[in-house]
């Protein structure tokens, strides 16, 4: 990372919940699903390579786990447990929310291949080849699928206004598309993922040190534990020797 890693995580930690409501559309349990992945992740940040890869790919295991397994607990299919949840994923200024409910429209639509591809580029700044590695497949592969997944968006470059607010001129007859995605990404990343205040470096490291003086609690007392069950195994297996 050429930034701070704690100043990533706040800023992109939006961006993982978004990602993470691809399969768990609740709002706090996706923010509480991120916030303990990144918990486990932060001793370990200095010593990774990529670590903006390794936190998104253990965000996405970790929220498709969760969705199977409450698919399988609710005898439902996940795409239906996410349809019964509303809750906005973005936010934007009152005057463009018709825009950001149709943003949140079209990627409801995506199927999940594409969709996570789109997060990962617009809102969470991966390059192709780190996408390639959280998904495990070609870079080519990725590029095809954040072009497909893009392609949904091209109404939202249909307005005039929607084009003029972004300082970008897009028609239909437009020959370079490489335009047309320009203007749409500028476009999606003027609409934020809802914000969440759990997701801050002083917090995490909050959240890690309780969760540590807990883990030292509980090898306190299965050590006590320990301890006591060998002295009554001593007695028992002693006293018929010592009347």
């Given at each position: 990372?050429?930034?701070?890693?704690?100043?990533?995580i706040?800023?992109?930690?939006?961006?993982?919940?978004?990602?993470?409501?691809?399969?768990?559309?609740?709002?706090?349990?996706?923010?509480?699903?991120?916030?303990?992945?990144?918990?486990?992740?932060?001793?370990?940040?200095h010593?990774?390579?990529?670590?903006?890869?390794?936190?998104?790919?253990?965000?996405?295991?970790?929220?498709?786990?969760?969705?199977?397994?409450?698919?399988?607990?609710?005898?439902?299919?996940?795409s239906?447990?996410?349809r019964?949840?509303?809750?906005?994923?973005?936010?934007?200024?009152?005057?463009?929310?018709?825009r950001?409910k149709?943003?949140?429209q079209?990627?409801d639509?995506?199927?999940?291949?594409?969709?996570?591809?789109?997060?990962?580029?617009?809102?969470?700044?991966l390059?192709?080849?780190q996408?390639?590695?959280?998904?495990?497949?070609?870079?080519?592969?990725?590029?095809?699928?954040w072009r497909?997944?893009?392609?949904?968006f091209?109404t939202?470059?249909?307005?005039?206004?929607?084009?003029?607010?972004?300082?970008?001129?897009?028609t239909?007859?437009?020959?370079?598309?490489?335009?047309?995605?320009?203007a749409?990404?500028?476009?999606?990343?003027?609409?934020?993922?809802?914000?969440?205040?759990?997701?801050?470096a002083?917090?995490?490291?909050?959240?890690?040190?309780a969760?540590?003086?807990?883990?030292?609690?509980?090898?306190?007392?299965?050590?006590?534990?320990?301890?006591?069950?060998?002295?009554?195994?001593?007695?028992?297996?002693?006293?018929p020797?010592?009347?």
């Amino acid at each position: 990372m050429s930034e701070d890693c704690s100043e990533r995580i706040e800023r992109q930690g939006p961006s993982l919940v978004l990602l993470v409501r691809g399969w768990v559309r609740p709002a706090e349990e996706a923010e509480s699903l991120v916030q303990k992945v990144v918990v486990r992740f932060w001793p370990r940040r200095h010593f990774m390579d990529d670590p903006s890869s390794y936190l998104c790919a253990s965000v996405r295991r970790a929220a498709m786990d969760r969705s199977y397994r409450d698919a399988t607990m609710k005898k439902k299919p996940a795409s239906t447990l996410l349809r019964e949840e509303s809750s906005p994923l973005l936010f934007c200024s009152k005057e463009f929310d018709e825009r950001r409910k149709h943003v949140e429209q079209i990627l409801d639509a995506l199927p999940e291949e594409q969709r996570e591809v789109v997060v990962m580029k617009i809102w969470i700044e991966l390059s192709f080849q780190q996408i390639a590695r959280v998904l495990g497949v070609p870079s080519v592969i990725a590029a095809s699928r954040w072009r497909e997944g893009m392609s949904c968006f091209r109404t939202l470059c249909d307005d005039d206004d929607a084009a003029n607010d972004e300082g970008s001129s897009v028609t239909e007859n437009d020959e370079n598309s490489k335009y047309r995605i320009t203007a749409l990404e500028t476009v999606l990343r003027s609409i934020q993922p809802i914000r969440t205040c759990r997701l801050t470096a002083p917090v995490i490291e909050q959240v890690r040190k309780a969760r540590d003086r807990v883990r030292g609690i509980m090898r306190v007392v299965l050590s006590l534990g320990s301890l006591i069950a060998g002295a009554i195994i001593a007695k028992l297996v002693l006293q018929p020797m010592f009347p």
